[in-house]
């Protein structure tokens, strides 16, 4: 939906509904009764919606609003009190102080669709659903041990990207790097989870998966009037959960096909995959059947949902910088070609010897982290943050952290806007939650599970698309200059996928 239909949409629901709206009892107590950090007046029944405006780059928006406000205030949008931090300090106060008063979660309507976020590990609050859940995934995905043993596979994806990339620069043509990464880190996944591949190259299925993934993610993102006023929630009227059940209609007919052949299979006395599928089929998670599908189905959808899409995005945003940069790019050429040489192909073991691609990855992350607001988070109790009071389990309250504006806050960070990667070669900042002027994947107890497998996809695809081509724009991009936009959702996409030419490396051994 256009920005401008949804500014309509809002002065009519408000036109049509104020009456109604205001002889609702709010369930909750009342955010005045509490001491909220400050913020713009808002107006009777829309709150500060029309001064804000519906924009389609609110981690923008809010960010020239800390400048006004200060690094913490707190926005009336409709009927939802939303508080936003925008500072390294109120974060490391946030996630060392207050980590598990504050650790709720505030679901959007759109996590609500067929019940996803009662199995979701991104959405459910803690509790022993959630702690379950993550546990397994964390032990059976996520640890060094289990990492390890799939380096082969992560190394077969990778050269069957550069595979397709040689094959591209061969015949000259221009390739889209996210849409390659996207089928790369699918089939990454799929082959962990349930040891098949998704997709190839070759196949239009890729594609299908990646538009469906941006699309959730964009619609997830969205100013969606359910999410001001609850009480609309039943009239959907902008769409969002009518296209929300098609995509999940979508995911869960592929889940649903290879857990039924995963079941079958056991039936006939297959030998066991010992993949994710195996552990989640041996789980039960739910007392009955349909609740034990419904908690396999939520979890992939985490799985694929954010895994493909955030270490897709920043492999692309990496690209995309380091073309504007070429003294930055061929420096990082000189790096690979050091530490790894012509001989061989890039390692895994080789990404603790590239300090430099370290150092691109986390510039990249400081400018575009994959989530700009991670997700929004409610008080499991009251709680006293920064000399303001936000009250427990407040239905209408909700805390967001603006790791965009933090990541460009010009106190913490010199030249904040300019891509300079050897700020961290000069610093010892990392972003595993320790350091939290960078913290692209959160911090605390929800802190991304994933965290680990994306650092070792995103520098093993970068460093390796280096390591063999040299790259440059297409020659009308050169010309016209390459569009850095961003498409806002609950990742941060660009808006037009970065095409570059592959340069084969002279002298380089390829397989």
């Not at 552990?279 to 349909?290: N, P, T």
Request: charged residues 25%; contains cysteine; hydrophobic residues 40%.
């Amino acid at each position: 939906m256009e920005v401008d239909t949804l500014s309509l949409l809002f002065l009519l629901s408000v036109s049509l509904l104020s009456v109604f709206l205001l002889s609702q009892k709010r369930k909750t107590k009342k955010a005045d009764l509490y001491k909220l950090p400050p913020g713009p007046k808002p107006f009777p029944i829309v709150g500060n919606l029309l001064q804000v405006g519906p924009t389609s780059h609110p981690h923008i928006t809010f960010t020239s609003l800390s400048k006004t406000y200060g690094p913490i205030f707190s926005l009336q949008l409709g009927q939802v009190t939303t508080i936003v931090i925008s500072s390294q300090e109120y974060a490391k106060q946030l996630f060392q102080n207050h980590d598990l008063a504050l650790a709720g979660r505030h679901e959007p309507d759109a996590t609500r669709v067929e019940a996803y976020h009662e199995w979701s590990i991104a959405w459910l609050p803690p509790g022993p659903r959630w702690q379950t859940l993550r546990r397994i995934c964390t032990t059976e995905l996520f640890t060094t041990q289990r990492l390890d043993s799939y380096v082969s596979v992560r190394k077969q994806k990778v050269q069957e990207l550069l595979n397709f990339i040689s094959k591209s620069a061969k015949e000259g043509t221009s390739v889209e790097i996210g849409p390659a990464a996207f089928t790369t880190t699918l089939n990454l996944l799929s082959r962990t989870i349930f040891s098949t591949d998704f997709t190839s190259f070759d196949s239009d299925s890729s594609q299908d998966f990646k538009k469906i993934v941006e699309e959730l993610m964009v619609a997830g993102g969205s100013p969606n009037v359910s999410d001001f006023f609850p009480v609309l929630t039943s009239l959907d009227l902008q769409g969002i959960r009518r296209k929300l059940k098609r995509h999940n209609k979508f995911f869960r007919h592929v889940f649903d096909e290879q857990i039924d052949c995963r079941i079958k299979n056991r039936k006939e006395g297959s030998i066991a995959c010992n993949d994710l599928l195996d552990v989640l089929l041996d789980s039960q998670f739910g007392a009955k059947e349909q609740e034990h599908r419904q908690a396999l189905i939520s979890v992939f959808g985490d799985l694929f949902i954010a895994g493909t899409e955030t270490s897709t995005n920043t492999v692309e945003w990496a690209m995309a910088e380091l073309l504007q940069n070429p003294v930055t790019m061929a420096k990082l050429h000189d790096e690979l070609a050091s530490v790894i040489g012509l001989e061989r192909e890039m390692e895994e073991s080789d990404i603790s010897r590239l300090p430099y691609l370290q150092a691109v990855v986390k510039e990249t992350l400081r400018l575009h982290p994959p989530v700009p607001f991670l997700l929004p988070r409610r008080a499991q109790e009251t709680v006293e943050f920064g000399g303001y009071l936000i009250p427990e389990g407040a239905k209408y309250i909700q805390l967001l952290v603006n790791v965009w504006a933090i990541g460009r806050d010009e106190t913490t960070w010199p030249d904040p806007l300019k891509f300079r990667p050897e700020r961290f070669m000069e610093r010892d900042i990392d972003f595993k939650g320790r350091d939290f002027e960078l913290i692209p994947f959160g911090a605390g107890r929800r802190i991304c599970p994933g965290m680990s497998l994306a650092y070792r996809m995103v520098h093993l695809m970068l460093g390796s698309l280096l390591h063999q081509f040299e790259w440059k724009m297409p020659e009308e991009v050169a010309k016209n200059g390459l569009d850095m936009s961003e498409k806002f959702g609950v990742t941060l996409a660009m808006a037009r996928h970065l095409k570059a030419i592959a340069i084969p490396i002279p002298g380089l051994y390829i397989k």
